[in-house]
């Protein structure tokens, strides 16, 4: 394995040497990444949108496909499924703690997706053979649930593991597509990829039971968002040599 990774290192720099003005190089890089998500399917009942931020590891070979490992992590505020909490709920819609004040209770989205992809740039626009439309298909896991925070610990229902009773802890095997442009600098500096994706979870509730239903939800869902995404890459590739002509 290590045999293997120090292999492609040495091709990925001898290939460097290079220009990658007008040649296919091999480039290894990481990237940090920013988005949108706009939920559809089963995820737009219970969800709204969301930000996302998250990782990679990418790899391009000479013949321009590309190869990537990622993971992202996704939040947001807007929660639709507002049933959780009925049961301890008035019918003005307060939670009473237990000092006889309204609880404050934080309800918001979080979870996370990691994915294997593989993709191709086509070389159609750009600066030089290397950046284009980046096309790519990926295969992972997709989680997400309520997060719920009880501010002053005032509602008993949701103390230690009670609280997995009212989250929707939900996860299962997804699926990604991207199209975007795809930009690897002539200087290195400006390496970035802009496009949309699109997220299909194939999941499932993994909680054993609703307290607020008493039942436990063995539905399948699907879970789709699409995604808005930025993304800013790090290569590893050497800093191509400066030419010097003498007449």
């Not at 990237?31 to 995820?43: C, K, R, Y």
């Not at 992809?117 to 989680?143: D, R, T, V």
């Not at 869902?221 to 993304?231: G, H, K, T």
């Amino acid at each position: 394995m290590i045999a293997t990774i120090i292999a492609l290192f040495a091709c990925q720099f001898v290939q460097a040497q290079r220009n990658i003005r007008d040649s296919n190089i091999v480039i290894t890089a990481i990237g940090a990444q920013a988005g949108l998500n706009v939920p559809a399917g089963d995820l737009a009942d219970r969800f709204g949108n969301a930000a996302q931020v998250g990782g990679q590891f990418m790899l391009k070979l000479k013949n321009n496909w590309m190869f990537q490992v990622d993971g992202t992590y996704f939040f947001g505020r807007t929660v639709k499924e507002d049933s959780v909490f009925k049961n301890f709920t008035t019918s003005t819609g307060l939670i009473i703690g237990r000092g006889g004040n309204p609880a404050e209770l934080i309800v918001m989205q979080r979870g996370y997706t990691f994915m294997l992809s593989a993709g191709k740039i086509f070389p159609w626009i750009g600066p030089n053979p290397n950046s284009g439309i980046h096309l790519s298909l990926g295969a992972g896991f997709m989680e997400h649930k309520l997060f719920i925070r009880d501010e002053f610990g005032e509602v008993p229902q949701l103390e230690g593991e009670y609280i997995k009773g009212y989250d929707r802890l939900t996860n299962g095997f997804a699926l990604r597509q991207t199209i975007g442009y795809q930009h690897f600098s002539n200087y290195r500096y400006f390496n970035y990829f802009i496009g949309l994706e699109f997220t299909e979870g194939f999941t499932r509730n993994r909680r054993d039971l609703n307290f607020d239903t008493m039942q436990r939800d063995n539905s399948q869902r699907i879970d789709i968002f699409c995604s808005l995404v930025a993304r800013w890459y790090f290569p590893f590739y050497k800093r191509q040599p400066k030419e010097f002509y003498f007449y």
